[in-house]
């Protein structure tokens, strides 16, 4: 089955420190790959995504790049802020016979920016 | 444009009583998906809807949990008999038909706040 693994958090890091959470993959076919972050209190926000091989997802300074050569689909930013502290989920989404979606999501890492 | 909304927002209530939580989804948007989010956890699948039919249910734990979407549109989750270990935060999420008419932008589901449930 599709799975998700990413690192364990939380990760902190001083403001403007180079940020990377390293997100891999095990699935079937070509799943389109996602960032989500969650604010504290708030629900799901689509941060980024990429839906082939190579693409490289962008927003808000954030960048990810799909790796189908080692399934693996990192965040990135070059300098955080405070601003950033939240959780972030790693997501895939594939194909079922149902015909829905599926999104399979990684276990969240917990940012932590401190001034 | 107007997001995913859900209500209530919190909803606190005793072992063995029934709740409904609510989700109006982004206009426009076939597919609606309900996912369980539990402390420092990923969400997980619960139910899907393809317009006004459940097309997999497969995520729902037990039968005390059922979900409607009558005129597809808004859709309802319901919880029958609630135990202390359905608390958790209830995510919807909606996006375009998945298929051909969608294409690989209804890969991307786009979620609500949550309602938070707490069973005491």
């Known amino acids: 089955g ?11 890091l001083s403001e403007e420190a180079f940020l990377t959470i ?11 790959l996602f960032w ?3 604010y504290p209190g708030e629900g799901l926000q689509l941060l980024l995504k990429a839906t082939k091989a190579d693409d490289k ?24 802020q405070v601003s950033d502290s939240a959780v972030y989920f790693c997501a895939l989404s594939s194909y079922m ?7 399979t999501f990684g276990s969240g ?3 932590q920016v401190q001034p | 444009g107007a997001g995913v909304s859900q209500t209530p927002s919190n909803k606190v209530t005793e072992k063995g009583k029934y709740v409904e939580l609510r989700c109006d989804p982004i206009s426009g948007h076939t597919a609606l998906y309900w996912y369980r ?25 037990n039968d005390r949990f059922f979900a409607v979407r009558p005129e597809g549109s808004v859709s309802t989750l319901k919880i029958q008999r609630t135990e202390r270990g359905d608390s958790a935060v209830y995510l919807c999420a909606s996006s375009l038909e998945p298929g051909l008419a969608g294409g690989r932008e209804a890969d991307t589901q786009y979620f609500g706040p ?7």
Request: with cysteine; proline share 4%.
């Open chain 2, 114 to 120: 949550g309602t938070r449930l707490t069973v005491l």
């Open chain 1, 22 to 32: 390293n997100c891999t993959y095990t699935a079937t076919g070509y799943p389109s």
């Open chain 2, 37 to 61: 989010q539990s402390l420092g956890q990923g969400p997980e699948f619960l139910i899907y809807f393809q317009g006004t039919g459940a097309a997999d249910d497969s995520g729902l734990p």
């Open chain 1, 36 to 38: 989500y972050v969650q």
């Open chain 1, 97 to 103: 016979d149902t015909g829905r979606r599926a999104l």
């Open chain 1, 2 to 12: 599709n799975s998700v693994t990413q690192m364990e958090g939380p990760v902190t």
């Open chain 1, 109 to 111: 890492t917990r940012l």
């Open chain 1, 57 to 80: 997802g962008s927003n808000k300074g954030f960048e990810a790049t799909y790796r189908k050569e080692t399934t693996s689909f990192h965040l990135e930013k070059g300098s955080v």
